[in-house]
């Protein structure tokens, strides 16, 4: 893991993140309720805008990302527990969580489907899942330019895949879509997702 990527990220995300991304991010965590798990917290750029929930549990594998969180975290509203931890392994019990919420964090999984199966473990049956993530593009040139980009972006930001089919992983694992948005012409999308376990 980088430790210079954790200094460059908050500040090559500020644009993005008060143009449109902080928006994105407090309309979709409005949604989340009770016990909450966040996968890949990073920074906690999520952490002051939780609202009606009981507690969050933030995972995070790259210690100088946890140690750049404790700021926003002291702007949290809500109790919140920062885990070091990688989403493929999570150190929790079967059902235990109401919400769990990934922001922006599935591009760089070393392997993200055993990452959705894990998320679907941890949660509890028909509790919610909260994804703002960016994807593989529809678009036949940009989805290969993003192919093209993948290797050498891959190498500068800390594992990021830029071609990584997040939305074909939800699916294929049995979780249900229930509602979904785009945007930047689907290089973003957001995902509340319901954890039917009975349908895989």
């Not at 309720?33 to 890949?40: D, F, H, I, K, M």
């Not at 929930?53 to 509203?77: C, D, L, Y």
Request: charged share 25%; with cysteine.
């Amino acid at each position: 893991m980088s430790t210079l990527f954790p200094t460059l990220y908050d500040f090559f995300m500020k644009p993005l993140e008060k143009r449109k991304f902080s928006s994105i991010r407090s309309h979709l965590l409005n949604k989340a309720t009770g016990q909450v798990l966040e996968l890949g917290s990073g920074t906690g750029i999520n952490f002051p805008l939780y609202r009606d929930v009981h507690s969050v549990t933030a995972i995070e594998p790259n210690p100088q990302m946890s140690g750049r969180a404790f700021e926003n975290k002291s702007h949290a509203t809500v109790p919140i527990e920062i885990v070091q931890a990688g989403a493929e392994n999570l150190p929790f019990e079967d059902d235990t969580f109401d919400t769990v919420v990934a922001t922006l964090v599935f591009c760089t999984i070393p392997d993200a489907e055993k990452a959705i199966l894990e998320m679907k473990r941890v949660c509890k049956p028909n509790g919610t899942i909260l994804m703002f993530e960016h994807v593989k593009m529809r678009n036949p040139f940009l989805s290969k330019l993003q192919d093209w980009l993948t290797p050498a972006w891959n190498k500068v930001c800390d594992g990021c895949c830029l071609n990584r089919e997040t939305e074909k992983l939800v699916k294929d694992n049995g979780l249900i879509i229930m509602d979904r948005k785009e945007f930047y012409r689907g290089l973003f999308i957001v995902m509340e997702i319901k954890n039917d376990k009975e349908e895989c």
